[in-house]
């Protein structure tokens, strides 16, 4: 690689200033990974693997597990992809193919918009806005009527691990949706033009389209859009109810990860102090697991891609 | 070369000059911990410093937990905690350590239900019940027949508590473990706790606002905020039988209860206090401070601000809502500032 540096004595030099700073960002990874370690350790001697799948959270008898906790990440998290994937994706394609100019930068600026808001204003938001409405016009009549439904379940409060799942995905949708349009954007024209002039409508182009040449990209858009859910720590704890339960339904309340951390690490001591920090390290696992598995799945949809043209 | 002398002599000036203005600087005194009297100490140490220049203080609203890991390692001068330091903390201190109570505060219970202010009457045992999930609609018998001038919805309860480690759960939890054996049995005390049923709000503001959008929502949160945001609050029966609104006098009134019984290092919880017109849900908040004092001038100007605090001090409290402390302790409290010293010579 750098082997074309030719003695030049400011280019050795700038190699190793960029392999230095390089480097840097590894070490940093690893001490943090270290130093979670190490601070765990207590709780990992005495919970064991046993702090993965238990579910008591008791900080006065010091019994800790994080099940509950990691459910709620990963459920709140799929619930906003749920809701923001195919809301972004169809956003992309309307923004790229239909809308008329004068509709186009409003629309995508104030999408993008989105990403620039505090997520405690998100969070204040959720309280006084969203969850009140998501409380009287859906949750409840859906109770009433389908309450036999173990997704639908009540009793009704507002805070809800569906309230969690609704404000993350407005918090995602500016992500997946700018790199959506970047991925639309990089069909070729020619493309696009060959389905039309081979008879096909609109719809069956885009179909096309994505179906060959973007599905890994919206893919990569989504598991973005995933990472930044698994981490939202702020907005997730005002609106999930921070109850360490794990519950069928949608309208129960719940608890993440980063929520448990911001909420006791403050006061927390002892066993408890590292309690939390072992949740962070399992979170830390978590996300890298998610992001390795969307990787691998998005290599495996790129080799299938390019098979298939 | 001659330019490279040039700016390192100018560099030596401006260290020399920097060095020379920072002995001069007011002397300062770093403190960290307990959020619930932060509005309190930063209004004394603003008006103690316009008063007296040569002190400044830095504050860390860190929390008790913070304030106290920090005054064990020694970072700080002071610290600040909501609970009192337990017996295992005490031990992994270098040297002995005073409480200096600062101020009380209570625990209000503020509700959500239409058309109702202030004045729901609850006892120790249905408040216990209530937070327990054994009581869960307004209509109760329980509720009703302790509030019979009001109409009690036929409406579930939605119980909301705080999600973050917090002095306030401390004093709130103390109190019910006090008073219902079921919860010390079931539940018991401390900053964060298993609730048994409920939704968590983070902060007071969390609290307040499950409790502002949830109708039929009953939670707690520090008297100061309930006033100033203008909920309903209960009135709970105290030891004697009464029912008292949580006011400051009420607080005040819990305080000279418990002064009677103050311990020598007033490491008490006063909880369920005596008296007649006492609120029972009540705590104090205290300043740590080691007696034996590293820096001569820093624990001087330390204590001289610790006397300031409990005399002068205690005028400013009620105008933030905090109660401040009875007369008896105050005394009291002189005489263990007394105890402050530098290599045994006191700072007072």
Known sequence: ?309 | MKTFHGVLAGILATVAVVSFASAADPLSINGAGATFPYPLYSKWFYEYSNSNPGVRFNYQSIGSGGGIRQITAGTVDFGASDAPMKEEEMARLPGPIFHIPAAMGAVTVVYNLEGQGSGLRLTPDVLAAIFLGKITRWNDPKIAGLNKSLAMPNADIVVAHRSDGSGTTDIFTNYLTAVNTEWRAKVGHGKAVNWPVGIGGKGNEGVAGVVKQTPGAVGYVELAYAKQNRMSVASLRNREGNFVAPTLEATSAAAAGAAKSMPADYRVSIVDAPGRDSYPIAGLTWLLVYKNQRDEAKGRALVRFLKWAIHDGQKMEAALDYAPLPKPVVEKLDKTLREINYKGKTLY
């Open chain 1, 1 to 309: 690689m750098a082997r074309n540096t030719g003695g030049n004595p400011k280019d050795l030099a700038f190699e190793k200033a960029s392999a230095l700073f390089a480097f840097a960002v590894l070490a940093l990874t690893v001490l943090l990974f270290a130093v979670l370690l190490r601070e765990s350790l207590p709780a990992l001697r005495k919970f064991g693997a046993s702090f993965v799948v238990d579910g008591a959270w008791d900080p006065v008898l010091e019994k800790f597990g994080a099940l509950p906790f990691i459910y709620g990440t990963l459920v709140s998290s799929f619930l906003a992809l749920l809701i923001a994937v195919p809301l972004s994706v169809g956003t992309a394609i309307f923004i790229n193919e239909f809308a008329p100019p004068w509709l186009k930068t409003p629309v995508s600026l104030l999408a993008e918009l989105l990403a620039a808001i505090p997520s405690v204003i998100y969070g204040l938001s959720g309280i006084f806005i969203l969850v009140p409405i998501l409380r009287d016009t859906f949750m409840k009549p859906l109770t009433k009527h389908l309450g036999w439904v173990p997704l639908f379940k009540g009793p009704v409060y507002g805070p809800s691990m569906l309230a969690a799942g609704v404000l993350l995905s407005i918090m995602i949708i500016p992500f997946i949706l700018s790199v959506s349009r970047e991925v639309l954007a990089t069909v070729p024209q020619r493309q696009k033009e060959a389905v039309l002039s081979l008879g096909g409508t609109r719809w069956e182009m885009i179909r096309i389209v994505i179906g060959q040449h973007c599905l890994a990209g919206i893919f990569g858009a989504t598991v973005l859009g995933l990472g930044r859910a698994l981490g939202e720590t702020m907005a997730v704890t005002m609106v999930i109810g921070n109850r360490p339960e794990i519950s069928d339904s949608l309208f129960q309340q719940g608890y993440s990860m980063a929520a448990v951390i911001a909420n006791e690490f403050a006061e927390a001591d002892g066993l408890h102090l590292s309690s939390l920090i072992l949740i962070g390290l399992l979170l830390m696992l978590v996300t890298l697991v998610v992001n390795l598995a969307a990787k691998w799945m998005l290599s495996r949809m790129v080799a299938r891609a390019s098979r298939g043209i």
